[in-house]
């Protein structure tokens, strides 16, 4: 059993930055992949970026040169960086955490990101 929080979420106008964090408990941290991914308002939850227990990371183009992905697993947490803002990056963000050997798959609450002037 692996529990996720998030936070860092907020208000931030266009161009702005935020970091969101997830604080993981119940199990082992690094062996698990973990992925940032966000739903807006009448979407499907969609991928953000992921990053491996090894470190490789992977992002959706949408994001890439804007989001930074990372993780310390000293501190059982993921991080993801967000640069440049735009509006379009309006939505709940929401934490993952897939097991090596398969389901099932965690989620966090998740944090609002909103994006406006």
């Known amino acids: 059993q692996v529990r996720l929080v998030e936070s860092g979420g907020g208000l931030v106008q266009p161009g702005g930055s935020l970091r969101l964090s997830c604080a993981a408990s119940?199990?082992?941290?690094?062996?698990?992949?973990m992925g940032w991914y966000r739903q807006a308002p009448g979407k499907q939850r969609e991928l953000v970026a992921t990053?491996?227990?090894?470190?490789?990371?992977n992002y959706a183009d949408a994001v890439k040169g804007r989001f930074t992905i990372s993780r310390d697993n000293a501190k059982n947490t993921v991080y993801l960086q967000m640069n440049s803002l735009k509006p379009e990056d309006t939505a709940v963000y929401y934490c993952?955490?897939?097991?090596?050997?398969?389901?099932?798959?965690?989620w966090g609450q998740g944090t609002q990101v909103t994006v406006s002037s």
């Open positions: 990053i491996s227990s090894g470190g490789s990371t």
């Open positions: 119940g199990s082992i941290f690094s062996i698990y992949a």
């Open positions: 993952n955490a897939d097991a090596p050997w398969g389901p099932p798959s965690y």
